[in-house]
């Protein structure tokens, strides 16, 4: 079953766990009313576009083809256009617009190529879609794992694809709650016998581009803590608690700021 398919059903997922917690009315928003976001960041479309791009790569990987960068960039700038050209909904930045970000994914996708190890890894799956269910919640997780290879020595290497502003922190990388779900999903899969690795594919978007490779583990108590965590955002999902966190830095920029405005006012009305 796709992705896609499984997202009809109800479901949670790492970053709707994420997004209960950060504010979760935007979680109601988005998962339970499910209102139409008011914009789109242009971050966000132009991540969608390299993470296609980069699928397309590795598809190409998988049957013994390496794709040339000048075919790299023609991928990248015929999804940018037909994710971004001429919509109204996107909110660019102050520094970017449709053009400068269509050139930017080219000068990212530049670094990335040639810097990119030739590893010789064996594929395992490209966006490799899953559906698990943990303990004390009855609907099941979703997602999908970019990339899962394997070694020589038979580790799992699962590799999640991100564009990036700045570079990570240990601490972005190891307490990343995604990556700890697909070690629970692979391990759903029949791999809980084998080591795995994580890891971030990182296109940086900073002056002098970068393309960085952050490696990370996850322990036993790594899962617990999700596990726990989302037990606990499904109880208050049960309950009906939304709280907005409406002092939030990410609230300027938000999906949902006339809604959640309208929310305050019925609040205040009655």
């Given at each position: 079953?796709?992705l896609?398919e ?6 949670l ?9 950060e ?11 499910k209102i139409?976001m008011e914009q ?8 969608s576009?390299?993470?296609i791009t ?12 390496k ?9 990248f700038?015929?999804?940018?256009k037909i994710?971004a ?6 909110q660019?930045?102050k ?6 970000m ?7 996708l530049?670094?990335w190529?040639?810097?990119?190890p030739?590893d010789?890894?064996?594929i395992l799956?490209?966006?490799?879609a899953?559906?698990?269910y ?13 990339l899962?290879?394997?070694d ?15 570079a ?6 190891d307490?990343?709650?995604q ?8 391990k759903?899969?029949g ?15 900073t002056k002098?581009?970068r ?6 583990t996850?322990?036993e108590?790594?899962?617990h ?13 049960q ?6 966190n ?8 938000c ?9 305050f006012?019925r609040?205040?009305?009655?």
């Open positions: 079953m796709t896609s499984l997202r009809k059903t109800e479901h997922s790492a970053s709707s766990i994420g997004t209960y917690v504010c979760s009315l935007m979680y109601k928003f988005s998962k339970i009313d139409p789109k960041s242009d971050a966000m479309e132009f991540g576009a390299i993470h980069l699928e397309q790569f590795y598809q190409e990987r998988l049957i013994g083809e794709l040339l960068l000048k075919d790299v960039h023609e991928i700038e015929k999804t940018w994710r050209e001429d919509k109204i909904d996107i660019y930045s520094d970017y617009d449709f053009k400068s269509l050139m930017l994914g080219k000068d990212l530049t670094v190529y040639n810097k990119l030739d010789n890894y064996t799956g490209i966006e490799e899953f559906s698990f943990i303990p004390g919640i009855p609907i099941p997780f979703i997602g999908a794992m970019d899962i290879e394997e020589e020595a038979g580790t799992i290497i699962i590799t999640d694809f991100k564009t990036s502003g700045k990570y922190s240990i601490a972005d990388v307490q990343n709650q990556l700890t779900l697909y070690q629970l999903a692979m759903s899969m791999y809980s016998d084998r080591e795995i690795l994580l890891k971030f594919d990182t296109l940086i978007k002098t581009r393309f960085e490779q952050y490696w990370t996850r322990s108590l790594d899962e803590r999700l596990i726990r965590k989302a037990v606990q955002v499904w109880d208050g999902i309950k009906g608690v939304f709280i907005p409406d002092t939030s830095w990410k609230c300027k920029n999906s949902y700021g006339k809604a959640c405005n309208e929310w006012e609040r205040l009305a009655s």
